[in-house]
């Protein structure tokens, strides 16, 4: 019998399709894993903004976790927009009764387009779930706001922001660099022990709806498929890069698209 990773998104949903629920399961399926979805809020949303957001039942949402893991093997977790403290309470408590292995969560907070998603409200109840995640994967404005601090600065504010971050319960913290100004990419790795900072050229595009989302649930299959954290990393980042390359001549919507998820198969 052949074997695939089985990775679960726990996030909101995107009807344009370029983040969220939507582009989590485009990414696992270009990773070779098979996608399963818990979905925790409804958006009205496009490729330049977010309309509305309609949160799902937090009873409800517990029992979607609650029926997959009762029936399937989940070898990795990806936790997007939780949008609500009381979401947050039921997913920490449905993935610890189901002992879930390999979480990696995005603390999303805001919009790329600048909608809250969440905001000020989220920032105690995603701290408490540190501890589950074996990472978390902020960008540069979320990780400031999660430990209360300063916006996008550089390389050495990442480092202080991954620390900060770690001692609030985190176990390992990769600090997304793409807010920063200039130069290259810079997503910036703290493993528990070292730092590691994994660059790449900035591809000039505007099609960067979602690419958060699809790193986050990039390194969740590649933890799931058994790769290591820095390989996992460095293996996701190195493909969110080739997606952004072939996305940047998609035209889908008026405002920011995506990446191209699926990228490597057109290579082919």
Request: with cysteine; aromatic share 4%.
């Amino acid at each position: 019998m052949v074997g695939i990773a089985k990775i679960l998104s726990i996030a909101g949903s995107d009807p344009s399709g370029g983040a969220g629920i939507q582009a989590d399961l485009k990414t696992f399926s270009a990773l070779g894993c098979y996608g399963m979805a818990a979905i925790s809020a409804l958006t009205a949303q496009n490729t330049q903004g977010v309309r509305a957001v309609s949160m799902v039942a937090p009873d409800f949402l517990a029992q979607q976790i609650e029926a997959i893991f009762a029936d399937i093997d989940v070898d990795a977790v990806k936790i997007g927009m939780i949008g609500a403290p009381d979401n947050a309470r039921v997913i920490g408590a449905a993935l610890s009764s189901a002992r879930a292995k390999n979480i990696v969560l995005d603390p999303v907070l805001v919009a790329t387009s600048g909608h809250e998603l969440g905001g000020d409200v989220m920032v105690a109840p995603l701290q408490e779930m540190f501890p589950l995640a074996r990472l978390i994967t902020p960008n540069l404005i979320e990780a400031a706001r999660l430990v209360g601090g300063a916006g996008p600065g550089g390389a050495e504010d990442m480092r202080a922001l991954a620390l900060r971050l770690r001692d609030l319960g985190a176990p390992a913290v990769l600090v997304k660099g793409g807010h920063l100004a200039e130069g290259d990419a810079l997503d910036v790795l703290y493993d528990g022990a070292d730092f590691i900072e994994f660059t790449a050229p900035r591809i000039k595009t505007r099609n960067t709806h979602g690419t958060g989302c699809a790193l986050s649930s990039a390194i969740a299959a590649l933890l799931g498929q058994g790769r290591g954290l820095r390989e996992a990393v460095g293996e996701g980042k190195a493909w969110l890069t080739r997606a952004l390359q072939a996305g940047a001549e998609l035209r889908i919507g008026a405002g920011h698209g995506p990446p191209d998820h699926f990228c490597d198969f057109r290579r082919s």
